[in-house]
Nanobody, 127 residues
């Protein structure tokens, strides 16, 4: 069982920045494939960014955040991060981190690929 706890959400003006953190339980955090998803009111939960196992360079982003968001991990701290710059009102959502401990080296982008989820952290971007 993997437990995930997000933090770092808040209210920010458009153009501002936030850094989300996802602290994970477990002894071999590096082997977890990790992802960030978000869910706006009345919408489906959508993919934002993902990290492959044992890697900081194997990443993938949804088109709407490319060049603005950066996903990375600190294996020594069992923590994954999402650095969000140039935030827009349409980035407003509850952000969730997710983990998978099975599978190969591929980057996982579907909700169904991840069995473990955090409780979510609210990000609100005002115009």
């Amino acid at each position: 069982q993997v437990q995930l706890v997000e933090s770092g959400g808040g209210l920010v003006q458009a153009g501002g920045s936030l850094r989300l953190s996802c602290a994970a339980s477990g002894r071999t955090f590096g082997r977890y494939a990790m992802g960030w998803f978000r869910q706006a009111p009345g919408k489906e939960r959508e993919f934002v960014a993902a990290l492959g196992r044992w890697s900081d360079t194997s990443t993938y982003y949804t088109d709407s955040v490319k060049g603005r968001f950066s996903i990375f991990r600190d294996n020594a701290k069992n923590t994954m991060y999402l650095q969000m710059n140039s935030l827009k009102p349409e980035d407003t959502a509850v952000y969730y981190c997710a983990a998978s401990v099975t599978g190969g080296m591929e980057i996982l982008t579907s909700k169904t690929d991840y069995p473990y989820w955090g409780q979510g952290t609210q990000v609100t971007v005002s115009s």
